[in-house]
């Protein structure tokens, strides 16, 4: 079981910028890593994901040119640089893993192991 633990959220203006990461542990060799995000009252979307191998991305419309997220093999750690933020980018955000080495683009890969969840919360 691969165990992912999250930081890097907070309150912050919007405009402003947040950094996420996850660490990832224990478990078998995983494909890529997703961010995923919830809002209240809103179901779980997909925002970003990165293959380990190659470092291919995949990025939600939402977020597409303001998130930016990369990935330090050597300390199994993945990355959500989030810049711009808007009060909409309010939300719990997940990382999560998946094993999936389907032809599925990232954002259609089954992920197995997620995160704790760390919140966001942008002010107008």
């Known amino acids: 079981q691969v165990r992912l633990v999250e930081s890097g959220g907070g309150l912050v203006q919007a405009g402003d910028s947040l950094r996420l990461s996850c660490v990832a542990s224990g478990g078998t060799f995983t494909i890529a890593m997703g961010w995923f995000r919830q809002a209240p009252g809103k179901e779980r979307e997909f925002v970003a994901a990165i293959r380990w191998a190659g470092g291919d991305t995949d990025y939600a419309d939402s977020v597409k040119g303001r998130f930016t997220a990369s990935r330090d093999v050597a300390k199994n750690t993945v990355f959500l640089q989030m810049n711009s933020l808007k009060p909409e980018d309010t939300a719990v955000y997940y990382c999560?893993?998946?094993?999936?080495?389907?032809?599925?683009?990232?954002?259609?890969?089954?992920?197995?192991?997620w995160g704790q969840g760390t919140q966001v919360t942008v002010s107008s």
């Open positions: 999560a893993a998946t094993h999936d080495g389907s032809t599925r683009p990232l954002r259609r890969k089954a992920y197995n192991n």
